[in-house]
T-cell receptor, first 114, second 111 residues
Framework: DVKVTQSSRYLVKRTGEKVFLECVQDMDHENMFWYRQDPGLGLRLIYFSYDVKMKEKGDIPEGYSVSREKKERFSLILESASTNQTSMYLC?????????????FGPGTRLLVL | GQNIDQPTEMTATEGAIVQINCTYQTSGFNGLFWYQQHAGEAPTFLSYNVLDGLEEKGRFSSFLSRSKGYSYLLLKELQMKDSASYLCAVRDTGGSYIPTFGRGTSLIVHP
């Protein structure tokens, strides 16, 4: 089974802090994604990556950056956390070249910014 | 991009059948996904449709009509554990091929 893990299930940070969210997948997937999920808004794509060192902006990249130095790891960085970044953050991965390209999600990190 | 619409919340009785609808607008359709997400957990894949018709998988079925921009997820013999959010996601042919998610339908199954 594909396993996507995220470094923390719950995180509390202060406004202005730099925050790192880590995601690791163990199935050699090329594609990795970061979403945030908020009540009434659903899943929104922040950034994604098709390969090592490649990154593409999603629908809501402002205030975030990402890093993909190794194929299995995709990090989301909040350079200066703000209260409106309080959310559930979900990482996902998928295999390229498959018609379905089903996304496999990690358990999520619930971030609270005070 | 896509415009994806699904009901916010539905309730149903254990043992019954429920149909969750999803309508979408896209310039070039390239597949529709349904995911299930229990509270506090990750979404998990349920079904994928790219051609018109019904795909059956146990108690769950998914239907697609591309000409109508319409899909539904049918859940039979409902169980309490089916209480969850159901996410419809549509992929189009332009740009990144990444699915766009609807806002999800929260299904409550009561005894």
């Amino acid at each position: 089974d594909v396993k996507v893990t995220q470094s923390s299930r719950y995180l509390v940070k202060r406004t202005g802090e730099k925050v790192f969210l880590e995601c690791v997948q163990d199935m050699d997937h090329e594609n990795m994604f970061w979403y945030r999920q908020d009540p009434g808004l659903g899943l929104r794509l922040i950034y994604f990556s098709y390969d090592v060192k490649m990154k593409e902006k999603g629908d809501i990249p402002e205030g975030y950056s990402v890093s993909r130095e190794k194929k299995e790891r995709f990090s989301l960085i909040l350079e200066s956390a703000s209260t409106n970044q309080t959310s559930m953050y979900l990482c996902a991965s998928s295999l390229s070249g498959q018609e379905r390209e089903t996304q496999y999600f990690g358990p999520g990190t619930r971030l609270l910014v005070l | 991009g896509q415009n994806i619409d699904q009901p916010t919340e539905m309730t149903a009785t254990e043992g019954a059948i429920v149909q969750i609808n999803c309508t979408y607008q896209t310039s070039g359709f390239n597949g529709l996904f349904w995911y299930q997400q229990h509270a506090g957990e990750a979404p998990t894949f349920l079904s994928y449709n790219v051609l018109d018709g019904l795909e059956e998988k146990g108690r769950f079925s998914s239907f697609l009509s591309r000409s109508k921009g319409y899909s539904y997820l049918l859940l039979k013999e409902l169980q309490m554990k089916d209480s969850a959010s159901y996410l419809c996601a549509v992929r189009d042919t332009g740009g990144s091929y990444i699915p766009t998610f609807g806002r999800g339908t929260s299904l409550i199954v009561h005894p």
